[in-house]
């Protein structure tokens, strides 16, 4: 079951320049790699790829990464060590074919394509963007930076790292036979960024799935369990905390999945505001959007802005900029407010000011930042790192 995701030549030096990366991305038979992102990180940490159970729109598998110490690994029951763990949901995970054949779905020309990126639907592109957000392959994107500071930072406050690929274009909404789907006869093709999210969860809590069990190569504390969402990546997160159990007499029960934290870097909460606005590219978006959401109504489930009180972490942050261009106005006003809502004590906020989109894998010291705060809180962050939540307290 285990495959080694496509590995990269790891940087020459810690600090070495874009053209120390590889960008054939050979296919490699090896379960693990150096984990050397851009900036640097602790000695002796390692890239683990996987399959996941699920297949991409182009037919090829799914996959993940492991990131953790070489020195914890170990078979289950001989891992001593339980480790606390970040699943990251990378960005970028939107798109869709403008006019789809049924024989051949995702071959037509996308909305990426048409902005000058590269299409994402694919396994290959998800591979991709797991190791560029590790910070060891080129940044494709032209509205974001990757340097791998953020998973650099966690290594080095001692968390491992679960990040899953997202090759579904869906911003991690969608799960297939459910009332989360997306509109097939839209796509041909069937859309599931939220199922990867759950099984990802059900992978850092244990042994899964049920049939063909893939242990974990080190030891998790699950009570220690943290979310962190970079652009669309955010949804992800936001799905999964309001995801509830059903009762006998249909009422919603118990909360799914329960993390002990989650932080927003850059999210667009609220996509209904793409609907709402005459912007050319925005209506461009619409369609896609609306393959994915299949009506206006059902945008607001699984925002963070409709998430019950009681259902959002204490420990919960919003990272974003208010001059960065990407967020559409208003798409997390709703997302503050509720967040207001919260006690202050362990609720993050943090405006960049600057003209960019995903803060925190850009820059070292709020990575560490972010870092600190999972761990250990608010008052680890530095005073000037924080800002009143907008409308907040």
């Known amino acids: 079951m285990s495959r080694a995701l496509v590995r990269v030549a790891p940087p020459l030096a810690a600090l070495c320049l874009t053209s120390c990366f590889r960008t054939d991305l050979p296919s490699v038979d090896t379960t693990t790699w150096p984990f050397e992102p851009l900036v640097g990180a602790p000695e002796g940490w390692v890239v683990e790829g996987r399959e996941l159970e699920l ?7 799914a996959r993940y990464a492991w990131v953790y110490p070489e020195s914890a690994a170990a078979p289950p029951g001989q891992q001593r060590e339980l480790l606390p763990l970040v699943i990251l949901f990378h960005s970028g995970a939107f798109d869709y074919v403008f006019q789809p054949d049924a024989a051949a779905p995702t071959d037509g020309p996308s909305f990426q394509e048409s902005q000058d990126e590269e299409k994402r639907l694919t396994a290959a592109w998800a591979e991709e963007r797991i190791w560029t957000t590790l910070g060891m392959f080129p940044n494709e994107d032209g509205l974001e930076v990757h340097t791998g500071a953020l998973p650099a930072a966690l ?4 968390f491992a790292m679960l990040i899953p690929g997202n090759c579904w274009g869906d911003w991690w909404r969608n799960r297939s036979s459910t009332t989360a789907q997306n509109v097939f006869e839209g796509d041909f093709f069937f859309r599931d960024g939220r199922t990867a999210a ?11 799935p049920p049939g063909n069990p893939v242990p974990r190569p080190v030891g998790i504390d699950t009570s220690r369990i943290y979310l962190v969402g970079l652009g669309e990546g955010g949804r992800a997160v936001t799905e999964l905390i309001n995801l509830r159990e059903t009762k006998a007499d249909g009422s919603a029960g118990a909360f799914l999945y329960a ?3 989650v932080v927003l ?3 667009i909460d609220d996509v209904r505001v793409y609907l709402d606005s005459a912007n050319d590219l925005y209506r461009t978006i619409q369609p896609g959007l609306l393959r994915v ?3 206006r109504e059902v945008m607001a489930n699984g925002t963070l802005a409709f998430t019950p009180l009681f259902g959002i972490p204490a420990r919960t942050a919003i990272l974003a900029s208010s001059n960065d261009s990407a967020i559409p106005p208003l798409a997390n006003d709703k997302a503050y407010a509720q967040l207001a ?3 202050q004590a362990d609720v993050w906020f943090h405006d960049g000011g600057e003209l960019a989109h995903v803060l925190s894998n850009q820059d070292v010291t709020l990575a560490k930042a972010v870092a600190d705060y ?3 809180g608010k008052t680890a962050v530095p005073p000037e790192l924080v800002q009143t939540l907008p409308g907040g307290q």
């Not at 297949?55 to 598998?61: F, H, I, L, S, V």
């Not at 290594?155 to 001692?158: I, N, Q, T």
């Open 198 to 208: 759950e099984f990802i969860w059900l992978h850092a809590q244990g042994a899964f």
């Open 155 to 158: 290594a080095a406050k001692g």
């Open 55 to 61: 297949q991409c729109p182009d037919g090829e598998a």
């Open 341 to 343: 809502k919260k006690p």
């Open 265 to 267: 870097d850059s999210p």
């Open 259 to 261: 993390p002990a934290g």
């Open 374 to 376: 999972l761990a250990e």
């Open 293 to 295: 959401w299949p009506s």
